[in-house]
């Protein structure tokens, strides 16, 4: 049994581009578990612990969808948190472009894995990219006016080629992604 997830991944031009907005987010001071280069992707549903079995039905899976969508492109747009800049426990960007697509990857994805057995996802998807975790209030509001100043919106977009079946190993240092399998889109 291993813990997986499937993920849209960045190439490293855009991961570096928002490592620096992290480090700019830093400043802040905040009590957040910042996410490092390695861990920036777009979840498209967290798999929890699977076996191979599972593995096997959920690539399959991954495959045929991937053959059947076109490569497509997205842009990020802004940073927010979750729930709110009360008590936020997520700072994000936001996708803007393809954020539709995204969408209908995750519904198709959910749909297909519930008839194969798998759990459903609950929660309403909202297309980002996690950048932090905040473990305490510690600076919180800092972090929020930061936020509310910073302005991150590249212009350029992100081509999307692969969805990517992911490990994910707990560590001390954080959570460590390595990529069991990535499917292609069709061109």
């Known amino acids: 049994m291993f813990r997986a997830f499937i993920a849209i991944d960045l190439d490293l031009a855009h991961k570096q581009k928002i490592s620096g907005l992290i480090s700019d987010l830093k400043q802040a001071n905040a009590d957040v578990k910042w996410a490092n280069e390695g861990q920036l992707h777009i979840t498209l549903k967290f798999l929890g612990n699977i ?12 495959k ?96 999307i080629k692969n969805i990517i079946l992911f490990q994910s190993t707990l560590t001390p240092k954080g959570a460590v992604h390595t990529p069991l399998a990535k499917f292609k889109l069709s061109c």
């Open 51 to 62: 076996g191979d079995i599972e593995l096997e039905q959920v690539s399959g899976i991954i």
């Open 64 to 159: 045929d969808i991937a053959i059947n969508t076109k490569t497509f492109a997205i842009s990020l747009s802004g940073i927010s948190v979750f729930p709110d800049t009360h008590r936020p426990n997520v700072v994000w960007v936001g996708i803007d472009k393809g954020a539709d697509i995204l969408k209908f990857l995750v519904d198709k994805i959910g749909s297909r894995l519930e008839s194969a057995g798998l759990k459903k996802e609950k929660r309403e998807f909202r297309a980002h990219l996690t950048l932090g975790r905040a473990k305490s209030l510690k600076n919180i509001n800092y972090l929020t006016e930061l936020i509310k100043k910073t302005d991150f919106r590249p212009t350029d977009k992100i081509e």
